[in-house]
Nanobody, 127 residues
Framework: QLQLVESGGGSVEPGGSLRLSCAASGDLLKHYAIGWFRRAPGKEREGVACVSKSGEILNYADPVKGRFTISRDSAKSTVYLQMNNLRPEDTATYYC????????????????????WGQGTQVTVSS
């Protein structure tokens, strides 16, 4: 059973950086595309970025393009989200989710089959 654990959140000032990690035990992660999502207070969950099972196909939401980078380290069964130039509107609880993938394809964050959600990690951007 795939289990995801997020870490790396914290409080930073605008313009700062954080790196989030989404770790899985064992080597099950290789079968899944992984997406990062966030939910701000009073708002619905939104997709941030996702990476295909190979790590070669990336997809980003428009608000984070050029600032966030998603990557995966298969040896460590971990997916990262490097967040630079953070803004107050990036404040949210960040979650990673998995999408079972039989082939390598661009993952759409709107795909309803994302699941195996982690517990989330809080990111707060304020001065």
């Amino acid at each position: 059973q795939l289990q995801l654990v997020e870490s790396g959140g914290g409080s930073v000032e605008p313009g700062g950086s954080l790196r989030l990690s989404c770790a899985a035990s064992g080597d099950l992660l290789k079968h899944y595309a992984i997406g990062w999502f966030r939910r701000a207070p009073g708002k619905e969950r939104e997709g941030v970025a996702c990476v295909s099972k190979s790590g070669e196909i990336l997809n980003y939401a428009d608000p984070v393009k050029g600032r966030f980078t998603i990557s995966r380290d298969s040896a460590k069964s971990t997916v990262y989200l490097q967040m630079n130039n953070l803004r107050p509107e990036d404040t949210a609880t960040y979650y990673c989710g998995a999408l079972l993938s039989f082939t390598d394809f661009i993952c759409m964050m709107s795909d309803p089959n994302f699941g195996w959600w982690g517990q989330g990690t809080q990111v707060t951007v304020s001065s």
